[in-house]
């Protein structure tokens, strides 16, 4: 396989070989189990769809719970498709993927939905530095945008305009992250670095090529 679904568990710092301090993000990776199984002869491409994390059958839908019973797995929280993974080693339904898919040494790239900020203006959004400084007159607008544009012509803010709006709840990949260490036995990896989300928000590792 060329990836695993995970839970970001959190940051923390190791010392590696040298003896400089690093800082690295705690992962629990898998186990995922295969739920779907795409052909290119039946629907154009060739994929294997992992789900990860069990959830109460009472809180998913009914073609879910289908969906589910087909494979012969448990319902879980998420599902994401992989479309690399190696030639000859193709999956089976139900099939368990568990973190031992991964070395110690290779680069991974980490996807996720970045922590989300609110409405925020364009200091905190865009880090604008304010208009102009204390005196003049500008005792009111340390924090505000300024000019967005010309007066008679256009008559109209142009799109793409740095203005305040909401912040963070974004997709964030993260590439070429170095595992540190793997713990099959706890199902946690290392990576070198941080990574999108907040404590116990859901990732998708992926091979890095």
Known sequence: MSGLLGKKIGMTSIYDETGKNVACTVIQAGPCVVTQIRTKDRDG?????????????????????????KA???????????????????????EVIS?????????????GLSKGKGFQGVVRRHKFSGVGGA????????????????????????????????????????????????????????????VPGANGSYLKLERWS
Do not use: C, W
């Not at 973190?99 to 996807?111: A, P, R, Y």
């Not at 300024?146 to 109209?156: V, W």
């Open 45 to 69: 491409y060739d994929a294997i769809q992992l789900a990860y994390d069990d959830v109460d059958e009472r809180k998913i839908n009914k073609p879910l719970r289908g969906h589910f019973a």
């Open 72 to 94: 012969g797995v448990s319902p879980k929280r998420i599902m994401a498709e992989f479309t690399r993974f190696e030639e000859g080693h193709r999956k089976s339904f139900g």
């Open 99 to 111: 973190v031992d898919v991964f070395t110690v040494g290779e680069f991974i790239d980490v996807s």
């Open 135 to 194: 005196t003049h007159g500008q005792h009111n607008r340390l924090r505000a945008p300024g000019s967005l544009g010309a007066s008679s012509y256009p008559s109209r803010v142009f799109p793409g305009m740095r203005m305040a709006g909401q912040m963070g709840q974004k997709k964030v990949k993260m590439i070429n992250l170095r595992i540190l260490h793997i713990f099959p036995e706890k199902n946690l990896i290392v990576v070198k670095g941080s």
